[in-house]
C-alpha cells in the first residue's frame, strides 16, 4: 500500500469515527418533535444539560415561562419530560402512581454503594416492601415516644447558643445541622453523638465532604454524556461518593447494628424496628403478589439507615436555614410567631408535643417558607407503560418531572409569588395538595416527613423562646442560590438573648 493510499484510508477512518460519534451525540434530540412537545434546542452530547450552570431550578422557570405547561429537555442524550399541568400532576403522582409512576430514575447499584437499597431508589414491589417496613416508625405513637428525645437535643442545642459572644453572627446551618443529625442518631440508633458541641466529630467530617458535591464533577459529566458506562464504571469501583466517606458510614452503622443486637436497651429505635423484622436476602427474592412482604434485608436495613441519617442531617437542617432566613428578613412574621409561642408556652414553659403539634402560625409559617425553598425543586417519575394524559403520549421509560420550585413561584397560582407570607396558608384558604409539594406528593412522599416536621417545629419554638432573631451585615439579602439549590454564602443571622418578663 502506497503512502497516498493509507493517508486515504487513515482519513476515511477519521471521518467515520467522527460520523459515528455525531450521530451518537445527536441521536434521541427527536423524542420531543416527534411527539410535538416543545422545547429548548439541545446541544450534541451534552443536550441541554449546560443550561444548569445558571441554576437548574432558573433553567426550569426560563422553559415554563417560554414553553408553556409541558416540555421536553434532555440531561445529556436522556430525554425528560417536563410536567407542570394540573390534571397530568394529579395522574403521575398520586392517581396512577401503583400502575404506571411508580419508580424514580434508573441508579445503577454499583454506583449507589450503600444508597442502593435505599427507599428512594428502590422500585416497585420491593418499594413497596421496605416502605411498609419504615412505615411504623413515624406514626403519631412513635413520634411521641421520640418527642423527649429531641427535646433533650433541643435544650442542648439552646444551652450552646447561650455560650457564644451574643455580638458574634451565627452561620445557621453550622448549628441546625448538627442539631438535625444529633436528634436523628439518637432517635435512630440510641446513639447520643453531642456533634453540637463537637465539630471535629468523624460524623460530621465526613457528612460534610459527603455533600460537596457537583453536577459538573467529571464522573457526573462522563455518565451524563456516555449513560451506558454506568455498568463499567460500578464494577471498576467507581462511585459517585468519596469511597473514604461511604467505607465511613458504612462501617459505622453496620457496628451500631451489631450493637443494637446486643443491647438490653429496651427502646424501640428505628434500627431496633428494621432488626426485628430482618428476612434474609432469599426470603426478599420470593416475596411476590399485591401485598408486599414486610421485612429488610441486612442491607437493605443499613441502606435505610444511611438515608435517614444523611437526610436528617442535609435537608433539614436547609429548610431549617431557609425559614430563619425568611423570618430574619420579615420581622412582622416573626413577630406574630413569637406571639404564639408565647401565648402557648408562656415564661418558657415546657414544650409538649401536643400543644405544639397544634401551633398554627408555626404550621403556616414553615409551609410558606418550604414552598419558596422545597426540599425537593423536582419531583421525578419513570413511565412504566406508554400512556396518553391530557391528549399528551409519554412513551414506555420516559423520565417525567415535576418541577415544584416553578409551582411554588407561579404567579398565576399565588398572588405576589417572590413575597413570604404565611398567612396564604391558613385553613381558611385550603391550599390544594396538588399545588404544593415540599415533600413529594402521593404514595412515594418523604416517609420521614412527620418526624422532620416535629424536629424543625420544636427547635424553631425553643430558639424562639430564647432569642430574638435578626439580619445583620454578613446577611445575603436578597438570598442568592448556586447551581445546586443552595445559598452562595452562608446565611448568617444575629440572635440575641431575650429579656423574658412577668405579665
Known amino acids: 500500500m502506497d503512502i497516498f493510499s493509507y493517508v486515504s484510508v487513515t482519513w476515511s477512518l477519521v471521518v ?16 420531543f418533535k416527534k411527539l410535538g412537545i ?14 444548569y450552570t445558571k441554576g437548574f431550578y432558573k433553567f426550569d422557570t426560563e422553559c415554563y415561562k417560554k414553553y408553556g405547561k409541558v416540555w421536553g429537555i434532555f440531561d445529556g442524550r436522556l430525554p425528560i419530560l417536563m410536567v407542570s399541568d394540573y390534571e ?25 454503594g450503600p444508597f442502593a437499597d435505599g427507599i428512594s431508589i428502590v422500585k416497585d414491589e420491593k418499594w413497596k416492601r421496605i416502605r411498609a417496613s419504615v412505615s411504623p416508625f413515624f406514626t403519631s405513637g412513635k413520634l411521641k415516644e421520640i418527642f423527649p428525645i429531641a427535646e433533650k437535643h433541643g435544650d442542648r442545642f439552646i444551652e450552646t447558643l447561650k455560650k457564644r459572644n451574643p455580638e458574634e453572627a451565627v452561620k445557621i446551618k453550622d448549628v441546625f445541622a448538627p442539631y438535625s443529625m444529633d436528634v436523628v442518631a439518637s432517635a435512630s440508633f440510641s446513639v447520643d453523638m453531642d456533634s453540637i458541641n463537637n465539630a471535629n466529630d468523624p460524623f460530621v467530617v465526613h457528612i460534610k465532604k459527603f455533600f460537596n458535591f457537583s453536577f459538573f464533577s467529571p464522573i457526573f459529566l462522563l455518565l451524563t454524556l456516555f449513560p451506558f458506562l454506568a455498568g463499567l464504571l460500578g464494577k471498576m469501583g467507581i462511585t459517585l461518593f468519596s469511597k473514604s466517606d461511604m467505607a465511613f458510614f458504612y462501617g459505622a452503622l453496620k457496628k451500631l447494628k451489631e450493637q443494637s443486637n446486643r443491647t438490653d436497651n429496651k427502646r424501640v429505635d428505628f434500627l431496633k424496628l428494621m432488626i426485628q423484622g430482618q428476612i434474609s436476602d432469599e426470603q426478599a427474592e420470593s416475596t411476590s403478589g399485591e401485598q408486599p412482604v414486610k421485612g429488610l434485608t441486612d442491607h437493605e436495613i443499613l441502606s435505610q439507615s444511611f438515608i435517614f441519617i444523611l437526610g436528617g442531617y442535609e435537608t433539614t437542617s436547609t429548610t431549617l436555614t431557609f425559614l430563619l432566613y425568611n423570618l430574619a428578613t420579615n420581622p412582622d ?14 415564661r418558657n414553659a415546657p414544650v409538649t408535643y401536643d ?3 397544634k401551633l398554627e402560625y408555626l404550621e403556616m409559617v414553615i409551609n410558606e417558607s418550604m414552598r419558596l425553598f422545597p426540599t425537593a425543586p423536582r419531583l421525578e417519575r419513570v413511565c412504566k407503560k406508554t400512556v396518553e394524559l391530557n391528549g399528551i403520549t409519554i412513551p414506555k421509560d420516559t423520565l417525567v418531572t415535576i418541577p415544584a420550585y416553578v409551582l411554588h413561584r407561579d404567579p ?3 398572588e405576589s409569588p417572590e413575597e413570604f407570607r404565611p398567612e396564604r396558608f391558613s385553613p381558611e384558604n385550603n391550599i390544594d395538595r396538588y399545588l404544593f ?3 413529594g406528593l402521593g404514595p412515594r412522599n418523604c416517609v420521614g416527613m412527620r418526624f422532620a416536621q416535629m424536629i424543625m417545629k420544636l427547635v424553631v419554638v425553643k430558639l424562639l423562646q430564647n432569642f430574638s432573631v435578626e439580619t445583620c451585615k454578613e446577611t445575603q439579602i436578597p438570598i442568592q442560590l448556586d447551581t445546586l439549590f443552595r445559598p452562595t454564602v452562608p446565611v448568617t443571622l444575629k440572635f440575641t438573648p431575650r429579656a423574658h418578663k412577668e405579665e
Open 437 to 439: 409539594m415540599p415533600f
Open 333 to 346: 412574621s416573626l413577630d406574630k410567631l413569637v406571639e404564639e409561642i408565647d401565648k402557648t408556652f408562656p
Open 355 to 357: 400543644a405544639l403539634m
Open 16 to 31: 467515520l469515527v467522527i460520523t459515528l460519534l455525531y450521530i451518537y451525540g445527536v441521536w434521541p434530540y427527536g423524542f
Open 412 to 414: 398565576q397560582l399565588w
Open 38 to 51: 416543545p422545547g429548548p434546542k439541545p446541544w450534541p452530547f451534552f443536550g441541554t444539560f449546560l443550561s
Open 88 to 112: 397530568m400532576i394529579k395522574s403521575i403522582m398520586v392517581k396512577d402512581c401503583y400502575s404506571v409512576f411508580t419508580n424514580r430514575r434508573e441508579t445503577n447499584k454499583d454506583l449507589a
